[in-house]
């Protein structure tokens, strides 16, 4: 059923996290989501970091997705149930390397590298003295690919994704799971009867598989259409 919604004056504002193949397809079933709400809303791709120093300064009225927490110290957002994603904090290292990692442990003496402002990858490292942030996920692989850092953590789906747009470079890699997450859409509790709306239909649309479907269909356009026009090699 789609929910009629109050009249805005300007669409609901949302930022995701830039460079992040995963995040972008999200938005994809979100604006699904919305659009079944009868609600209009804009997405801007931000590095992560910045993005949250934006929505905590007003500048946007949702983020697309961030880990279960994210809210606990922004008591102006609603986290929407039910998770968009499940995000599986990961260690991806070279093969040739022969490294023993088989857990968080494991990483405290190597170089690390994360992309600045995700939470989940900064959790999972902590007590890591030799840490590299950046801006992008692919340029943590493109680090790692030329032993910049030893060690690349992120979320595993978004960095399989990131891996596929490598020639041949999957094959050389191993990876650990050292963490479990839930990613959330979170909106600012100014439009809490449209955020009521817009998790009744994302319930639906969960349950019955279709957000999930508009996902991964998204997510494998848009690594086929990233690897047609800006090949890394």
């Known amino acids: 059923m789609l929910f009629t919604a109050?009249?805005?004056a300007e669409p609901i504002r949302l930022v995701s996290n830039a460079g992040a193949i995963n995040n972008?397809?999200?938005g994809v079933a979100l604006r699904e989501v919305y659009r079944r709400a009868g609600l209009e809303l804009t997405i801007t791709p931000i590095p992560a970091e910045r993005a949250a120093y934006m929505l905590d300064n007003g500048e946007f009225d949702g983020v697309v997705g961030r880990i279960s927490g994210f809210g606990d110290t922004r008591p102006d957002l609603i986290r929407?149930?039910?998770p968009i994603n499940t995000i599986i904090t990961t260690a991806f290292f070279l093969r040739e390397r022969g490294l023993q990692i088989e857990g968080r442990d494991d990483l405290k003496d190597k170089t690390v590298g994360v992309v600045r402002g995700i939470v989940h990858s900064r959790r999972a490292t902590a007590g890591v003295a030799d840490m590299i942030e950046v801006d992008r996920p692919e340029?943590?692989?493109?680090m790692l690919k030329s032993n910049r850092i030893d060690v690349a953590v992120h979320g595993a789906f978004s960095s399989h994704a990131e891996v596929e747009l490598l020639t041949d470079y999957g094959s050389l890699l191993d990876e650990v799971p050292i963490g479990t997450i839930h990613s959330h859409h979170f909106l600012r509790d100014t439009f809490s009867e449209e955020a009521a709306a817009v998790a009744d239909i994302l319930r639906d649309m969960v349950d019955a598989g279709e957000f999930n479907t508009i996902f991964l269909t998204e997510r494998a356009r848009l690594i086929a259409q990233t690897a047609a026009t800006e090949p890394v090699n």
């Open 80 to 82: 929407l149930e039910p």
């Open 24 to 26: 972008q397809a999200l």
């Open 139 to 142: 340029q943590l692989f493109l």
């Open 6 to 8: 109050p009249l805005l």
